[in-house]
């Protein structure tokens, strides 16, 4: 049960992530945050 939410929660992050990235050309805060958490991700997923 724990393990589906974390998944759903992680699908979500990257597609607000997604969003940023896509909306590069002109930010608006929420996917300023999007892009922020991506890279954020992306910096935590190649650590592992």
Do not use: C, H, W
Request: aromatic letters at 8%; hydrophobic letters at 50%; charged letters at 15%.
């Amino acid at each position: 049960m724990r393990t589906r939410i974390l998944f759903y929660f992680v699908i979500l992050l990257l597609s607000v992530g997604l969003a940023g990235v896509a909306g590069s050309q002109s930010l608006t805060p929420k996917e300023q945050l999007g892009k922020l958490i991506f890279n954020d991700m992306n910096l935590s997923l190649t650590e592992v």
